[in-house]
C-alpha cells in the first residue's frame, strides 16, 4: 500500500535535495531552534563540502540531518553544515498521530534517504521519495527503535526496538522497504533510559550502538559485524549522561569521517559529541551547538 500524506505540506527546496542527496551548508555552526525556516535552493554539495573539508560520507560515517516534531506534528529539518553544528531549520511535512522516527539511509550510500514512521496506532510506515509507505503493524509493542547501520554487510539497514519487556530485537530491512521477521539480539535493555547509534564509534567500520544507564552511565555496545550475536559486551565510555533528556545519532555531524552523537539538555541546549574513532574514548568533550531545541517533543 503506497499512498501519499493528505495534510502533508510540500517540503522547501532544500530539504527535498537533503533527502536525496543530503545537503552541507557553509553558514555557522549553531542552529537556533526558533529562527525562521529557511526557503532558500538546494546548495552545491561538493562545492560545500570541500569548503568545509568534509570527508565523503560513508555507511560508517553517514550523513544524516536532525529532525525535530513539534506536539502538534509539526516537523522541522535541519541539515549539517559540515562543520560540527547544522543550517537554520526548514519547514517540512506535518505528521498527525506520529509517536517516533527512525532515520534510514536504504542503500547504504552514506546518505539519508529516507525515514520509518510508528504511529499511535501501531502502524509502521516508510517515507521515502515523497510517498509514503505502509510496512508493518503492531509496533506498538516498541517503546524505542533507531537503526544503528548494517549489522552484518547486508546491503540494506536493519532496523533496532526494544520492546516493553527490555527485548530489543533486529529486523532487517530490504529494498522495497518491507522487513524479515525478528531475531531477538538481547534481553535486560529497559534497564537504559536512551540507547541511540548511527555507524562506527570505534574505528572498524561496523556499526555500534550506544546505551545511557538509569543511573546516567553510558555504556558502548561495539559491532561484531555478526548478525547472530551483532555487539560485543558492553564497555563503560563515561558517567554524567543524565544532564540531557535526549540522546540522539546522526551520523558524522563535523565531517571529519567519524560518526558523533548529539545530546540535547532540559533547558534546549543541543550538545554535540565528537567521535574519535577510538573504543577507549570515543568521544571528545561536548560542544554547543544549539539552543531552543526544547520545543520539540522528540529528535531524530
Known amino acids: 500500500m503506497t499512498q501519499s500524506c493528505p495534510r502533508a505540506r510540500a517540503l522547501s527546496p532544500l530539504v527535498t535535495s537533503a533527502i536525496s542527496v543530503a545537503l552541507v551548508g557553509a553558514g555557522a555552526g549553531t542552529a537556533v531552534a526558533d529562527a525562521p525556516a529557511a526557503t532558500g535552493p538546494a546548495k552545491n554539495l561538493a562545492r560545500n563540502a570541500a569548503a568545509a573539508g568534509q570527508h565523503k560520507p560513508t ?8 529532525s525535530g516534531i513539534l506536539p502538534s506534528g509539526q516537523m522541522y529539518a535541519y541539515m549539517p553544515d559540515g562543520k560540527g553544528g547544522f543550517d537554520d531549520r526548514s519547514g517540512a511535512y506535518v505528521w498527525p498521530h506520529f509517536r517516533f522516527g527512525v532515520s534510514v539511509d536504504p ?5 539519508q534517504d529516507g525515514a520509518y514512521h510508528v504511529m499511535d496506532d501501531g502502524t509502521l510506515n516508510l517515507w521515502r521519495s515523497g510517498r509514503l509507505k505502509k510496512v508493518a503493524t503492531g509496533w506498538g509493542q516498541y517503546n524505542l527503535a533507531f537503526s544503528p547501520g548494517a549489522l ?8 533496532l526496538a526494544r520492546d516493553r519487556q527490555g527485548v530489543l530485537w533486529r529486523l532487517q530491512t530490504k529494498a522495497d522497504g518491507s522487513l524479515t521477521p525478528r531475531a531477538k539480539i538481547g534481553t ?4 537504559f533510559t536512551q540507547i541511540t547509534g548511527q555507524g562506527d564509534l570505534t574505528g572498524d567500520s561496523k556499526a555500534d550502538i550506544v546505551a ?4 546516567g552511565v553510558l555504556w558502548l555496545y ?3 559485524g555478526d548478525l547472530r550475536k551483532p555487539f560485543a559486551s558492553r564497555v563503560k565510555a563515561g558517567p554524567g549522561w543524565n544532564q540531557y533528556n535526549k540522546l540522539l545519532a546522526t551520523g558524522d555531524v ?3 569521517g567519524h560518526s558523533d552523537l548529539l545530546a ?18 570515543p568521544f571528545k568533550a561536548r560542544v554547543k551547538i544549539g539552543t531552543g531545541f526544547n520545543q520539540y517533543r522528540d529528535l531524530f
Open 59 to 66: 555507511p560508517a560515517a553517514p550523513f544524516f540531518f536532525l
Open 107 to 111: 542503500d547504504l550510500t552514506g546518505y
Open 152 to 159: 552484518g554487510g547486508a546491503k540494506h539497514p536493519d532496523l
Open 188 to 191: 535486560g535493555f529497559n534497564q
Open 212 to 215: 545511557r544507564d538509569k543511573q
Open 222 to 224: 561495539k559491532g561484531t
Open 254 to 256: 563535523d565531517g571529519d
Open 264 to 281: 540535547r539538555d532540559p533547558q534546549g541546549t543541543l550538545w554535540l559529541s565528537r567521535g574519535t574513532g577510538r573504543a577507549t574514548a
